[in-house]
Nanobody, 117 residues
């Protein structure tokens, strides 16, 4: 069982930046692929970015060049740096941990990101 706690959401103007953090309570953090998902108003939850323990990253097309995911395997944390934010980035952002072998998914409670002037 993995517990994930997100922080760092909030209200920001278009073009601004936010940094989301997720802390994982597990002693086996490196065996999890860590990711961020988001769910906008009236939309389905969608993947945003992911990172393996080796640092291999993947991004959804609309955030490439604007968002950066990173992880600290010593501190059991994953971070999403979001720059050049757009109103369409408004969503609840969820931290995800997926076990590398059994593919079990764990989710955080979500943090609201609102991009508006």
């Amino acid at each position: 069982q993995v517990q994930l706690v997100e922080s760092g959401g909030g209200l920001v103007q278009p073009g601004g930046s936010l940094r989301l953090s997720c802390a994982a309570s597990t002693t086996f953090f490196p065996v999890y692929v860590m990711g961020w998902y988001r769910q906008g108003p009236g939309k389905q939850r969608e993947p945003v970015a992911s990172i393996t323990r080796a640092g291999i990253t993947m991004y959804e097309d609309s955030v490439k060049g604007r968002f950066a995911i990173s992880r600290d395997n010593a501190k059991n944390t994953v971070t999403l740096q979001m720059n050049s934010l757009k109103p369409e980035d408004t969503a609840v952002y969820y931290c995800n941990a997926r076990h590398l072998v059994n593919k079990n998914d764990y989710w955080g409670q979500g943090t609201q990101v609102t991009v508006s002037s």
